[in-house]
């Protein structure tokens, strides 16, 4: 090897290292995984819909990341009980069927499921979305 290409090797090698560090963030990891182990099913694997809404307008429901993980939280009885029979910034009519999910993830948990929908299926900033639903940016 000349010193040459000896050099075309480390920048390949460092380009290597930065990329595999902007890699996703950890939440949005989490909330990868949480979504198609259990959302998916009734939301499709690409947010798409089926038996629950698809999400491409998710933050448009949503402006608030937290009212989301409330949501996640608690399900459309849950929801009824507590805030009424409209759910959403859009006042969508609660028709039942979103199953509460507290009693299964941690609320950072449901974070990262709320920022995963957000990001992925509604288009928002990835950065912005973290900060906005309280978790790490790495
Ligand atoms: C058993 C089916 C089912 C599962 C599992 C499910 N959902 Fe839902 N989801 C629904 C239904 C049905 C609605 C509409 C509820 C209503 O009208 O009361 C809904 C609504 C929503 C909404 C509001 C979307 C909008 O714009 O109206 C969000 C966000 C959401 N679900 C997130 C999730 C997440 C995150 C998970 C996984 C942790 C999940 N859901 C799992 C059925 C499901």
């Not at 979103?98 to 950065?127: K, Q």
Request: negative net charge.
């Amino acid at each position: 090897m000349n010193r040459f290409s000896g050099l075309v090797l480390l920048v390949v090698l460092a380009a290597a290292a930065c990329s595999s560090e902007a890699a996703t963030p950890g939440a949005l990891v989490t909330g990868r995984r949480i979504y198609g182990d259990v959302c998916s099913a009734c939301h499709g694997s690409a947010g798409d819909g089926g038996v629950g809404p698809a999400l491409a307008t998710v933050t448009a429901t949503w402006p608030s990341c937290a009212d989301q993980v409330t949501w996640i939280s608690i399900g459309s009885e849950g929801w009824r009980a507590g805030f009424g029979d409209t759910y959403g910034a859009t006042d969508k009519p609660v028709l039942g069927g979103m199953p509460g999910h507290a009693d299964r993830f941690t609320p950072e948990e449901i974070a990262s499921v709320a920022a995963f929908e957000r990001v992925t299926y509604g288009g928002a900033d990835e950065a912005q979305t973290l900060a906005e639903c309280g978790l790490p940016t790495g």
